[in-house]
């Protein structure tokens, strides 16, 4: 790859206003779902990992886990099951995602359609908190300390480009978001001893881009690192610590 096409492909995934970050629903939402025997409100949990969505719903007859969900740009779509009367019927949503709100329809196992909407709840842990919380009592965090905000710098070609990942590092499994001031996209990975591996997916006007970054943890610092950008060129990175 020429220098200046990796150079503009650095642009198109971290430079401010020009990359396309990822829509985060991951968090609790009050869920408000109008279907043909009146209008019910519930609080789910959604989980996020990249384009993939799975959650929780959390209703007067129990919890109901879900998986299979997906988020493409701001489309959302993810589906549950519900007995009634001893049948099981699908429950399918599909809606827009706007900030914190989400509207779109129901459909009730092709027995009838209706409206649903969403809004974050109040005192909701979005991804971007999440990552920076306490581990919860008794889970254990790696030794090599990749939890916490940090300053990430990136060197390519055409010149150093900020940006920030906010991490949580829980038994060697780590979290979080990466991104720069247009917003964040959801990362994965781990580390074991001092190497860290992420990986997310950036949405670009090329389409979708796997982004595997990895280095070694130093304390503060994130050294030797190494971004591999969907198999067509790489660049190096590191990362401080942020002050709190």
Known sequence: ?????????????????????????????????????????????????????????????????????????????????????????????????????????????????????????????????????????????????AGGKWDVTLMTPGGEFPATATLTDTAGKVTGTFGSQMGEVAVTGSVEGAALKMTFVAQTPQGEMTVVLTGDVDGDSIVNGKADIAGMGQMAWSAKRAKQ
Do not use: C, H, Y
């Not at 829509?23 to 959604?46: C, E, K």
């Not at 519900?82 to 706007?98: A, F, P, R």
């Not at 027995?111 to 991804?127: H, L, P, Q, V």
């Open 1 to 145: 790859m020429t220098r200046a096409r990796l150079t503009l492909l650095a642009m198109l995934l971290f430079v401010p206003g020009l990359a396309f970050a990822q829509t985060n629903v991951a968090g609790d939402w009050d869920v408000t779902i109008q279907s043909p025997q009146g209008t019910n409100t519930v609080l789910v949990t959604l989980k996020q990992d990249g384009e993939k969505v799975s959650g929780l719903f959390k209703g007067p007859q129990g919890e109901l886990p879900f998986e299979g969900g997906t988020l493409t740009g701001n489309d959302l779509k993810f589906a549950f099951t519900v007995n009634v009367q001893g049948n099981s019927i699908i429950i399918s949503l599909t809606g827009k995602v706007d900030g914190a709100a989400i509207s779109g329809k129901a459909d009730f196992g092709g027995f009838g359609e209706g409206d649903w909407s969403a809004k974050r709840a109040t005192g909701a842990t979005t991804a971007a908190t999440a990552a920076t919380a306490t581990p919860a009592p008794g889970a254990a965090s790696s030794t090599a300390g």
